[in-house]
């Protein structure tokens, strides 16, 4: 188990695998490692679950665990013993010896309930030795209840308990004294209270019928209250440092949970809780609910660091990708990297130009250098990678000695490269895409390379290309329009002919074809 995983989940209860399903839903890759021991497993029913109330804790589970592997979640049964910190994630072993590696973790162990040691009650919890009224209130309604004291909130417990049943009895056990005024409101309830320690639960047949006290009296009962502490199952989390911590409830210890922002984010960056493992108070619907929150809080989480690492590539491919060794890569990696036609728009703005000296800038494989030589011109072909210009000249050489000896193939970085200003007849820069600032510095400088009189021709990718399903480059500080490069020009100095969005044919990656636009800018520079 090498695979590594967007997020493992550890715990197969209602909050990991809701937070499961969140994830899963959300096209992350997820592995829960369940141990198969949920808190409420020796319950019948689970309630307050809406549209869930009275399902047996095992079919909602296994319910659970058909809906997270819809959604390509793999469910392994085991424990998870330890976890460390790795490089940019987690490694998760099991008792079995596996690894499993994770991006993220979100642990939803639950709780451990510490029952007090009267004999025989730990055999009946969950089925008539209870905790919570809002999950068995209603089916021990009108019956006999016991409410066995364990700390200072057990007076508030039989208190509750009355809403369910007429019948309650405080077993004061071996709480001290009651004050006056705790007398005092289990008497205006009709609460009896029983003195002295609860040495054993009997029990007839399957049914819990009684307490017996230490003095020999038997307390008849139909069912017994627990207010039982919880202790977090938290030991893969101590293995990556987070220590459970005691919380209190009314002043009094009421378990220890492992401490954790709303979202599930505990002190350990990308290390998740949800549950009773965070929450002692969590029914099954709240830590699945929980569970949900910290699926949606881990996905974020991710997201936000995808981001990170895609704007440091994003930043990174807009540095090289327009630097000589980027271009060298490209050229050398396949034997044609352009169709070999000249470009559409310098076909449509140049066939009625006078011939006379071209500046054809990122000349390529040299295709529009050869059509304006072919026609008369004396071109300066110019690009920044010397491959790209072999392959030109070869071309060129290709279309005869007249066409081949009215080119001149220039090997440079227009950015820093000197061009003589008002020289070239014709300026064309087809597709000459750059980083915003890099784009206009070099536009302005093509621009001062033509000759009064002379046309400046500017083709590029229009940005709205970006909304079809044609473009394969995505960089949206390098495109520009007709109209931006346009305003760059002096209006004393240039006449804009043209400043458009022109649509062309184009054919899709799935072979549709769809309509793109070229962002075309035509001035002519004032004698």
Known sequence: MSEKYDVVVVGGGAAGLSGALALGRARRSVLVVDAGEPRNAPAGHMHNFLGRDGTPPAELLAAGREEVIRYGVEVVAGRAETAAREDDGFLVTLDDGRAVRARRLLVATGAVDELPGVPGL?????????????????????????????????VEQALLWRQWSQDVVFLAHRLPALSDEEAERLAARRIPVA??????????????????????????????????????????????????????????????????????????????????????????????????????????????????????????????MVEEAAWEER????????????????????????????????????????????????????DISATALERAAAHAAEAGADVAGRVEWLHADLRDHALPEGAYDLVSAQYMH????????????????????????????????????????HFPQMMFTAEEVAASLDPAHWEVAAADARPRTATDQEGREVTIRDAVLVARRRV
């Open 122 to 154: 730990a055999g009946r919890w969950g089925r008539d030795v209870l905790h919570c009224p809002y999950c068995h209130g209603w089916e021990v309604r009108d019956r006999r209840i016991g409410v066995l004291a364990t700390g200072p909130l057990s």
């Open 195 to 320: 003195e002295g320690p609860v040495t054993a639960i009997e029990v007839t047949g399957d049914a819990l019928t009684g307490a017996r006290l230490a003095s020999g009296e038997v307390v008849a009962l139909d069912a017994l209250v627990v207010a039982a502490p919880l202790t977090a199952r938290s030991g893969v989390l101590e293995s990556l440092g987070l220590k459970p911590v005691e919380v209190e409830i009314g002043g009094h210890v009421a378990g220890t949970r492992i401490a954790a922002e709303p979202t599930g984010a505990t002190a350990v960056p990308g290390v998740y809780v949800a549950g009773n493992v965070t929450d002692v108070r969590a029914v099954v619907v709240a830590s699945a609910a929980a569970g949900l929150a910290a699926g949606a809080a881990i996905n974020m989480d991710l997201i936000a660091e995808e981001t990170r690492e895609a704007v440091d590539a994003y930043r990174d491919q807009m540095s090289t």
């Open 331 to 382: 050229y050398r990696s396949r034997p044609a990297v352009w169709s070999g036609q000249p470009n559409p728009q310098l076909v449509a703005e140049a066939a009625g130009l006078p011939p006379g000296r071209a500046l054809d800038v990122g000349s390529g494989e040299g295709a529009d250098a050869v059509w304006l030589a072919a026609r008369g011109w004396r071109v300066t072909g110019a």
């Open 434 to 473: 750059l980083p915003g600032e890099d784009r206009r510095e070099l536009f302005a400088r093509l621009a001062a390379a033509v000759a009064p009189g002379g046309t400046l021709l500017i083709v590029g990718h229009h940005p709205s290309d970006l909304l079809t399903t044609a473009r394969r480059m």
